[in-house]
T-cell receptor
């Protein structure tokens, strides 16, 4: 199972773009990369997923280089409400493997 | 509405007592998961199940037990053998046919041992 490494915390100001990078050196060929957002005392919420290159949705972009050993979650123009913990999860998709292990997450604080 | 329901939201228990946390989903998902979260920490996997009547230990299964008698339900019992059970417990599910990492989480149950 791929182990993930993220920065423990980050600070940003409202209106800035925030990039959070996750390292997953031993990612397997069929693994997907997913990101979650968690607010205090709530369950994590799925943000975005990708396999390679770039994926964009209405809230974020995900950049994955060709070697797939890392990924970067990009949050455009953050606001105070984006203050949360962000988790990178490498999802094994090999048949019969369903053990999903989260890393320690990145605590993002958005300042006014 | 479809989703995952955890109950109770808050639970207090005395040391030495077993307690069962409920997790029910109406999403028709095959796989279900239990995670534990301590203050300021990440999520740690307790147990997971990919099919009825089958489940696997996660990284911190000691002191916990589960059952999967129905597809919709995956209750977690915190036994008296769990040395430090005070934590936030999260249940999640996903469809097995979907080969991505999108997990659907409940709102959590906060257990406090007095």
């Amino acid at each position: 199972l791929a182990k993930t490494t993220q920065p423990i915390s980050m600070d940003s100001y409202e209106g800035q773009e925030v990039n959070i990078t996750c390292s997953h050196n031993n990612i397997a060929t069929n693994d997907y990369i997913t990101w979650y957002q968690q607010f205090p005392s709530q369950g994590p919420r799925f943000i975005i997923q990708g396999y390679k290159t770039k994926v964009t949705n209405e809230v974020a972009s995900l950049f994955i280089p060709a070697d797939r050993k890392s990924s970067t979650l990009s949050l455009p123009r953050v606001s105070l409400s984006d203050t949360a913990v962000y988790y990178c999860l490498v999802a094994p998709t090999t048949s019969g493997t369903y053990k999903y292990i989260f890393g320690t997450g990145t605590r993002l604080k958005v300042l006014a | 509405d479809g989703g995952i329901t955890q109950s109770p939201k808050y639970l207090f228990r005395k040391e030495g007592q077993n307690v069962t946390l409920s997790c029910e989903q109406n999403l028709n998902h095959d796989a279900m998961y239990w995670y534990r979260q301590d203050p300021g920490q990440g999520l740690r996997l307790i147990y997971y199940s990919q099919i009825v009547n089958d489940f696997q230990k996660g990284d911190i299964a000691e002191g916990y037990s589960v059952s999967r008698e129905k597809k919709e339900s995956f209750p977690l019992t915190v036994t008296s053998a769990q040395k430090n059970p005070t934590a936030f417990y999260l249940c999640a599910s996903r469809p097995i046919g979907q080969n991505t990492g999108e997990l659907f989480f409940g709102e959590g149950s906060r257990l406090t041992v007095l």
